[in-house]
């Protein structure tokens, strides 16, 4: 309904007044942005695109928004009721639009043409999840047919309102309203040849844009607070966090733990000092790092798995002095004799030593804390270090990776933007916390996100881990491909009835285990791509952007360059730069010194090391390592490809490839595999089938009953390689 009659303007800006003013009382609303507002007019048409959380959206944005006599599209079955229709004619001018209707856009196309700015919601529902829902192409093919520019705005608070449709959230009569302006943008015009291709293309842009726009943060922040933000977001009672033991603990008590751990591991280190924690997966280790986070120091996880010289180089690159553990688990886990033979360390503390510490004066003053938690945290910036992580050494030795809060922090957020994680799912993480990806996606992300999260101790129980899901129902579950492909293999079809996501990383997901788990439980396996360097996700499939053989597209809010590489046709090095990128790396040659990442691409961006290709929808293509390549008889040959060789051979067995000198080729392919029948014959066979070279077909075979295996479930090429110098 379209009416501009004097009378209706002056009834429609009194009202707003009025409104505004109880608006800004109620809800505390706070406008951000703003300030580059373009002409609006006939041939300089605007399309203001926003998320969509409550019922209110369309009355908060037609008071604040500021952009004068905007239009805005609804649907026509909201305006059929008659108190729908009074309101909204009070408000702003609106465009009733049937979205079945395969020519509602050209309506919104003539009224941008006309001049005036129109206000749309992309995604045409009130979310359902706290996230994007599925973006229609339809506002895309409006601003790309009339060239309109775009104005973002991302509305925030809303979504826990009694307006919302999140009704399992906690929810509060009047939260805090933020409205943030981004600055204007255009879609670039589709160079498609067929029209439905062109409005596909308009439609992904503007998916990628609005992806982007829930990116924005409207205020840094640090782990802990986070941590806090959740606990206000999702209630004290909310339970968060099992283990082995079987015990539930809420937001209370895991603060409660965060912060008593936190204060006694302070009085044995300093600000700022990196803190060894030799832990397992338990509600204990997670309090434990958000307390050294809260208390200025900085967690740094050491992998158990690694041995004495993984661990021992671990300590020397970031020079930990202090080192937290447990009695129960070196028993458990045997390693005494690991413990023991490390040096340099000035202090190991016991957590069941850190407990018996606590005094009367701290139980007071933990009382006190519960009610004031964030008052904890001294001069944190989201730039500090948050944590340090080591590189599983599978081609070298360990690299110290120092992430930020900040880096930590955005990559959940992309993660959240991307997919659908609720307070109603339950995650069961088996990978360990030591592991970038175990830490943020299998631990951060449920535990800020208000997700039921359930810590196993180890990946390798391949028996136990599909029972245990059957018996919790969980909903979501982090692993490698090797690991995967286990539990496929021991678990009963109904194992996995509740889970809704799958995703692998870490290394290749072998194409028998996404078949594997397709015909026997009926589950897409989401493989993503990562490193710890990226906090670490860089790449994933979704359920709403999948591609089968990819790795699926990068997350928003990462920049992506390639640099070719003499003898690869197709592809190049993956240099990347964002907001989870790491802050540098502490090495052997300068322990304790932060070296800031390097690229040829320029400063602020990091060498990934990867080989990949990226097609026309932006989904990502692994090729191979840089490292991780042959030269052949002058050939580049992927060792990876030779890998996807042999397991089209023999998909049930194992296989790992790796390389030697060779006098005359330059170097030979050297083949490790589990299944003692596979030979060349078999090799060349399959090489003609998928059209390989004959180049690609290993010179060697060696049958091996496993393949050695680090702890994050990569295989160790550094073993293979000493191995393969031998064969």
């Not at 060894?276 to 204990?284: D, F, H, M, Q, T």
């Not at 597209?553 to 590489?565: A, D, K, M, S, T």
Request: proline fraction near 6%.
């Amino acid at each position: 309904m379209l009416n501009t009659s004097p009378a209706k303007t002056v009834v429609r800006s009194v009202f707003q007044f009025l409104l505004r003013g109880l608006a800004r009382v109620l809800f505390r609303v706070q406008v951000q942005g703003g300030e580059e507002i373009p002409a609006v007019g006939v041939g300089h048409p605007m399309l203001v695109i926003a998320n969509h959380e409550s019922f209110l959206d369309g009355i908060l944005l037609g008071l604040f928004l500021p952009v004068k006599n905007p239009v805005f599209v609804v649907h026509t079955e909201v305006v059929k009721r008659r108190l729908v229709r009074w309101g909204l004619g009070l408000m702003a001018d609106y465009l009733s639009v049937d979205p079945a209707n395969p020519m509602a856009m050209k309506q919104v196309v003539r009224l941008l043409e006309s001049g005036r700015p129109v206000v749309i919601f992309p995604e045409g529902r009130i979310t359902l999840t706290g996230a994007l829902m599925k973006v229609y192409e339809g506002p895309a093919f409006a601003a790309t047919k009339t060239g309109a520019t775009l104005l973002p705005v991302r509305l925030e608070g809303l979504a826990r309102s009694y307006f919302s449709r999140m009704v399992r959230w906690p929810r509060k009569l009047f939260p805090r309203i933020t409205v943030t302006v981004l600055p204007p943008t255009t879609l670039s015009t589709p160079d498609a040849n067929h029209a439905k291709a062109r409005r596909h293309q308009a439609g992904e842009a503007l998916r990628h844009l609005m992806l982007e726009m829930v990116l924005a943060q409207p205020k840094p922040r640090t782990l802990f607070g986070a941590f806090c933000d959740a606990i206000e977001i999702h209630g004290r009672r909310c339970r968060v966090l099992e283990d082995m033991k079987q015990v539930n603990y809420t937001y209370r008590d895991l603060l409660k733990m965060s912060l008593a751990l936190g204060r006694m591991a302070s009085r044995l280190s300093r600000p700022g000092e990196k803190v060894g924690l030799l832990l397992p997966n338990a509600a204990p280790t997670v309090g434990l790092f958000l307390g050294l986070s809260a208390f200025g120091r900085i967690p740094a996880m050491l992998n158990y798995t690694a041995g004495t010289d993984g661990m021992q180089a671990a300590c020397d690159v970031a020079q930990i002095r202090t080192l937290i553990t447990s009695r129960t688990f070196i028993e458990q886990a045997k390693l005494g004799g690991a413990l023991s033979a490390l040096q340099g360390l000035e202090r190991i503390v016991y957590l069941e030593d850190l407990r018996e510490r606590m005094s009367f004066a701290d139980k007071l003053w933990l009382l006190g804390r519960m009610f004031r938690p964030r008052g904890v945290e001294v001069n944190a910036t989201p730039e500090d270090a948050a944590a340090v992580l080591f590189t599983s050494g599978s081609e070298g030795k360990p690299k110290g990776v120092v992430l930020s809060h900040r880096a930590i922090l955005a990559n959940i957020a992309q993660i959240r933007a991307v997919t659908d994680f609720t307070r109603d799912d339950r995650v069961l993480n088996v990978l360990p916390i030591f592991h970038s990806f175990g830490l943020t996606a299998g631990t951060l992300l449920p535990l800020l996100t208000g997700a039921s999260l359930f810590l196993y101790p180890s990946p390798l129980h391949y028996r136990v881990i599909p029972e245990l899901a059957y018996d919790r129902g969980f909903t979501v579950m982090f692993g490698t491909s090797t690991f995967l492909g286990n539990y496929a293999r021991f678990a009963h079809p109904y194992d996995f009835y509740r889970l809704r996501y799958v995703v692998a990383g870490a290394e290749k997901l072998a194409a028998s285990v996404r078949e594997q788990w397709f015909e026997k439980f009926g589950i897409r396996v989401l493989e993503g791509y990562g490193l710890t360097e990226a906090a670490p996700v860089i790449a994933v499939n979704t359920p709403m952007a999948y591609r089968s053989g990819t790795v699926g597209q990068l997350l928003p809010g990462i920049e992506y360059r390639l640099q070719p590489v003499p003898g690869i046709d197709h592809g190049g090095i993956l240099h990347i730069r964002g907001p989870n990128v790491m802050s540098g790396y502490l090495k052997i040659d300068r322990p304790g010194e932060l070296q800031a990442p390097s690229s040829a691409i320029g400063e602020g961006w990091y060498e990934t090391g990867d080989v990949v290709e990226v097609d026309e929808d932006g989904f990502v293509r692994i090729v191979g390592r840089v490292k991780r390549f042959a030269k052949v008889a002058g050939e580049m040959i992927s060792l990876e490809t030779v890998e996807k060789l042999a397991y089209s051979a023999s998909p049930a067995a194992q296989h790992a490839v790796t390389s030697q000198p060779d006098a005359s080729k330059g170097e030979a392919l050297v083949l490790f595999t589990t299944d003692a029948a596979l030979d060349r014959i078999a090799l060349q066979q399959a090489a003609q089938q998928i059209g390989m070279p004959g180049l690609a077909v290993p010179k060697k075979i060696v049958r091996i009953e496993t393949l050695p295996l680090l702890g994050t479930g990569k295989t160790d090429y550094v073993t293979l390689n000493h191995l393969a110098t031998a064969v």
